[in-house]
């Protein structure tokens, strides 16, 4: 696989996606961005001053570039409304500017924002930035295996020769400059698709074998209580 994401800034040269953008003029940054947004969905009413689906801010720096032959690109950059009183202080307009461009390179694909989207959820903390950044990342990577679990959980995938090795990781506890006393987690379950129906999963830090069931093209795993962390054993994958 040779899919990635870049985050950050389109460099002149750009020697990480060569094959993709070129940027066009300088850098934008600080006062530049303000009031500057990205969206992923189709905008049929902006003229109108109206919005659908998610509109997410741009923090921290972006670069107008433009595509190579063969870049797809996907939704828009809204450029700054005018800055005044509140009756004057609006009127996105749609730049051209994709909010993620695509290229086909060997078996993967490479894209490529050409704004901070990183800095952008630090800052913010947004959900709904978070859910962009992922709109673009999970069609990319194909994820086999999901968890239904609390964001606080993260999930580390592996695999040996019997199949898959999912680390669970409680985070309950983390703050932003620190960590307190965790919370465990209960209710979890895993969803693994294209299984062939004999996979079993063990649960190595409570010591015993999880219950599961099929739905449709996925097996589902009913996960044990998630104290400081779980360590999921699935063989029998085809």
């Avoid at 307190?180 to 979890?188: A, F, Q, R, T």
Wanted: proline residues 7%; charged residues 25%; hydrophobic residues 35%.
């Amino acid at each position: 696989m040779e899919d990635r994401v870049g985050d950050g800034r389109c460099h002149p040269d750009l020697h990480e996606f060569p094959k993709l953008l070129r940027r066009v003029g300088p850098e934008l940054s600080g006062k530049q961005v303000w009031s500057t947004d990205a969206t992923l969905d189709e905008q049929p009413r902006i003229d109108g001053n109206a919005f659908d689906g998610s509109v997410v801010p741009v923090s921290g720096s972006d670069a107008r570039c433009v595509g190579k032959p063969g870049t797809t690109k996907a939704g828009t950059i809204l450029a700054q409304a005018p800055w005044g009183p509140p009756e004057l202080a609006y009127g996105h307009t749609a730049t051209g500017d994709p909010a993620v461009a695509s290229i086909g390179h060997g078996s993967g694909t490479s894209s490529v924002l050409t704004w901070t989207v990183g800095r952008t959820y630090r800052e913010f903390a947004k959900t709904e930035v978070r859910d962009h950044l992922l709109g673009i990342v999970e069609p990319l990577a194909g994820a086999e295996v999901r968890a239904e679990l609390p964001e606080q959980v993260e999930l580390i995938l592996g695999r040996d020769d019997d199949g898959f090795v999912v680390h669970l990781l409680n985070q309950t506890g983390a703050h932003r400059r620190s960590f307190g006393p965790h919370l465990p987690v209960s209710g979890g379950r895993l969803v693994i698709h294209g299984t062939n129906g004999h996979e079993k999963a063990t649960a190595l830090v409570a010591g015993h074998d999880l219950p599961s069931r099929r739905e449709e093209d996925t097996v589902v795993i009913d996960l044990p209580v998630i104290n400081l962390f779980e360590v999921v054993r699935v063989r029998g994958l085809q």
